[in-house]
């Protein structure tokens, strides 16, 4: 589904006061006649490094904004963080000797997943599975094995069999009547694809004074690393090394002035590129809107050094395909022209409240400030068919879902779907929030995401439920036995 934020028109708030309404309608024309986009977003002049802001140059001429806060007590260390190599594979060897003698809990993450021709997809969890959904991110307890059964949603229109190789039942002859000969045997239905997951995965609590831990604030269409505000202070004030990049044509990134520059593809280069400069030995990405789709391509593409994911109201794992009837595909002028009424129905739609504190929040900071050419070219841009159900279904990293309730971009339902989609999946409402929760509720969400980071699987369950089982087991060979024994007795 295509991702809209609230901010995406929200640096057109200030149009929303009287008299303003026809100098945007003017500066609209002029647009048109001179054929020139208005409110470019250009970096700033100094490029050095001021109060954790640098500029790194992802691409010649594509330089993004990155807020980096390391705490002191890393600040001798800065040099011992993951390094690259020239061919992209990390080299994990510089990790202090103090976090590599840590352990955590090992899981067995093993599933088959298959998908038929009719559309219909069967996962089924082999291994560790832990609950979907939990009271207390401390209480992450085992279930066992399961089979998960959806339909994709490329095949909605299509019915799905709950059972993925049917037989017709048989038909009861009557009274009197010669037994018919029995249907021909069908033939076993093959799977159009099947991905099989065995492997294991050490999942541990990573706290603020782990110098080998990273968090990745990644924004969604329309924001800027400001609206990580509140959740880059209280995180850094812990001691965790924290990193916020601004999305190209977003913050104080540069914008460049072609469409193809702000594909999903084109933006997922530059945040690899931003990974692999700051990545530690354990990452956590946490994103929001749109950004947890370039989460989700990280951990895919490096799960040995993604650790954790947070996604803040991402929607369903479905591919993403820009939407041609959407009133983003009209000319950036006319967006312009429109975007006192786009800063409305977005303000009343990304916020659970519409009030001065609300306002205040998308104003300050200059948080949202990206041109109407920027804003077309990014939704229009959204097109990833690989991040479908099966891609969702590989991953192997434990995941946060956090909902707001009050969101009316994305629904309930399709947190629903993803958590039922992936592996390890912990599912989160907030009730009094909506599509920007993590500003209108910041309190509230920086508990749970820290609860997040502290928490770490209890494999102890696990071991005394097989024990159980194995004495289980014992106990009734040992009656057979003694049945048997006395059967030959007698």
């Known amino acids: 589904m295509p991702f809209i934020d609230i901010g995406s028109c929200s640096t057109y708030l200030p149009t ?105 997809l069967v996962i089924e969890n082999l291994g560790d599975v832990l609950h979907s959904e939990i009271l207390q991110c401390q209480d992450g307890d085992l279930e066992p094995c399961s089979t998960v059964e959806v339909e994709l949603a490329d095949y909605k229109e299509m019915p799905s069999s709950p059972d993925p190789n049917p037989v017709p039942p048989p038909v009861p002859p009557t009274h009197g009547e010669q037994k018919p000969a029995p249907p021909p045997r069908r033939r076993r239905r093959k799977p159009k694809r099947t991905v099989v997951i065995d492997s294991k995965r050490v999942i541990s609590s990573c706290k603020g004074t782990d110098s080998d831990v990273a968090l990745f604030f990644v924004h969604g269409v329309g924001g800027s690393l400001d609206i990580w505000g509140s959740q880059l202070d209280f995180f850094s004030r812990l001691g965790y090394e924290v990193i916020a990049p601004d999305l190209a044509g977003h913050g104080a990134s540069t914008a460049p002035q072609i469409a193809a520059a702000y594909t999903f593809y084109a933006l997922a280069e530059d945040l690899r590129a931003i990974f692999k400069r700051y990545a530690r030995k354990r990452n956590i990405l946490i994103g929001h809107s749109y950004g947890v789709s370039f989460c989700t391509f990280l951990a895919h593409e490096y799960p040995d050094l993604v650790h954790k994911v947070v996604m803040i109201n991402g929607g369903g794992p479905t591919a993403l395909e820009p939407s041609l009837c959407s009133i983003f595909q009209l000319p950036s002028c006319v967006l312009h022209c429109l975007s006192p009424c786009l800063a409305w129905s977005f303000l009343k739609a990304g916020f659970a409240r519409q009030g001065t504190k609300e306002k205040q929040l998308l104003k300050q900071g200059n948080a949202f400030n990206v041109s109407p050419f920027v804003l077309r070219a990014m939704m229009s841009g959204q097109y990833w068919p690989e991040g479908d159900e099966v891609y969702h279904a590989e991953l192997t990293v434990p995941i946060l879902l956090v909902h707001g309730m009050c969101d009316k971009f994305v629904p309930m339902d399709e947190d629903q779907r993803m958590a039922e989609i992936l592996l390890f999946a912990f599912l989160k409402v907030i009730e009094e929030g909506s599509h920007m929760v993590m500003m209108e509720c910041p309190e509230t969400v920086n508990t749970l995401l820290h609860e997040f980071f502290l928490w770490e699987p209890d494999m102890s369950r696990k071991d005394s439920s097989k024990t159980e089982t194995d004495k289980t087991a014992a106990a009734s060979d040992t009656l057979h036995t003694l049945k048997t024994n006395k059967s030959m007795d007698k």
């Open 16 to 120: 929303l006061q009287g008299g303003t309404m026809l100098t945007s309608i003017t500066e609209g024309i002029l647009c048109c006649l001179t054929g020139k986009t208005a409110s470019l977003v250009l970096p700033l002049e100094s490029s050095e490094p001021s109060d954790g802001f640098e500029f790194v140059e992802v691409k010649p001429g594509r330089v993004l904004r990155v807020r980096h806060i390391v705490p002191e007590r890393q600040a001798l260390v800065t040099d011992k963080q993951v390094t690259v190599k020239t061919d992209g594979n990390f080299n994990n060897e510089s990790c202090s000797q103090k976090n590599e003698s840590k352990t955590g809990s090992s899981v067995h993450c093993k599933r088959k997943i298959t998908v038929y021709r009719n559309g219909q």
